[in-house]
């Protein structure tokens, strides 16, 4: 949906296949899931990376880079990161969500029913734990249900709307 509120035109389903490929790749070694929608990803997205959609790739790449120079020096990253008082880490994790949940907001007000993502990150922020599971898992749950329930929505907008025509 980022790529989609950005201006560009996707497969889906060619995305999605090949994040879940390169996971199953690199699980054996620790590695992360692999996916477009990372924080950084709606960064690069904005027009803040570049007023043209065609030169915003630059801002993919940097981060890349910067992802690489994060993995490379990791331990001594969440060396410091222990160091911080746990307020200061939950600001900080606040903070460079707020790019996503700026993109979802804008999505709802142009009315493109972009629930799913503020929900996910109410409901992880929200340090519930439920049957032994945390926020986290919560608000995975929570995202994925709302993302369910606003396709079905559209598919029943448009389908309302063909018929009307």
């Known amino acids: 949906e980022m ?51 065609e030169r915003r790739y630059i801002a993919g790449i940097a981060t890349g880079i910067a992802y690489i120079f994060a993995a490379i020096f990791a331990s001594f990253f969440t060396n410091i990161f222990t160091l911080f008082p746990v307020a200061l880490n939950a600001v ?28 996910a990150f109410l409901v992880t922020i929200s340090n519930t734990r439920i049957f032994g599971l945390g926020a986290a898992c919560w608000g995975l749950f929570a995202g994925v249900l709302a993302d369910r329930i606003e396709s079905r929505q559209i598919k029943l907008r448009e389908k309302n709307s063909s018929e009307g025509s």
């Open 3 to 53: 790529l989609k509120n950005a201006g560009y035109e996707v497969k889906t389903k060619l995305i999605v296949g090949l994040g879940g490929f390169l996971s199953l790749l690199m699980a054996p070694f620790g590695g992360a899931g692999i996916n477009i929608s990372a924080m950084t990803a709606a960064i690069a997205l904005d027009k803040s990376a570049h007023e043209k959609l």
């Open 92 to 119: 900080l994790a606040g903070l460079a969500l707020y790019p996503v949940l700026m993109t979802s907001l804008r999505g709802i007000a142009l009315d493109k029913l972009q629930l799913a993502g503020p929900i």
